[in-house]
């Protein structure tokens, strides 16, 4: 059975930093691309990052590139997401999901999500 | 940026069929996935590939694009459907994922 279980979400001052775990198991973790996605409350989805299978390709939506880093421990199965300089706006559940190496990618898994607050 | 839109609710009574738009520029031309929302939930792929379905989705669920316009297709509409739905491609051009706003489906 696919599991994806993220973690590290909290409550996080403006400016602040927060980092986000994924673990995954039961599909072989290589074999697949990894995303970051959010959800603000009340809001509609929002892709944030992928990471290719090996780690070499990253992709970031233009909200959080240069403030968020994407990376996997493929040794581990597990995804991160290091969130700098975290704005007001950031607050969000942010689900890990997993998705084929294929030219457009979706996303098969998904996890119950991790909730971040930015607040003073 | 590419842009993706959809109705932001639909109504449909039990044993009808909904069908859910996702508008976007020569939308036909790329891949479209489907994603169904229940509250409290994540999400949860139920059409990808403009018109496959994963393993366990219901044949009830299917897919169309052509031109600028996607379409999910739910037929049959059963109360359990009651949920948001998001259209989503990945723009090659600028490679990034892309969300439609979101369709309510409301089952009366």
Redesign the interface.
Known sequence: EVQLLEYGGGLAQPGGSLRLSCAASGFTFTDYVMNWVRQAPGKGLEWVSLISGSGGSTYYADSVKGRFTISRDNSKNTLYLQLNSLRAEDTAIYYCAAGPRVNEYHFDYWGQGTLVTVSS | ?YVLIQPPSLSVAPGKTARITCGGNNIGS??V?W?Q?KPG?????VV??DSDR?SGIPERFSGFNSGNTATLTISRVEAGDEA?Y?C???D?SS????????TKLTVL
Not at chain 2, 95 to 102: A, N
């Open positions: 940026s790329k891949s996935h994603y929302q939930q994540a999400p949860v792929l990808y590939d994963p948001d998001y989503q491609v990945w090659t490679d990034h994922g892309v969300f439609g706003g979101g």
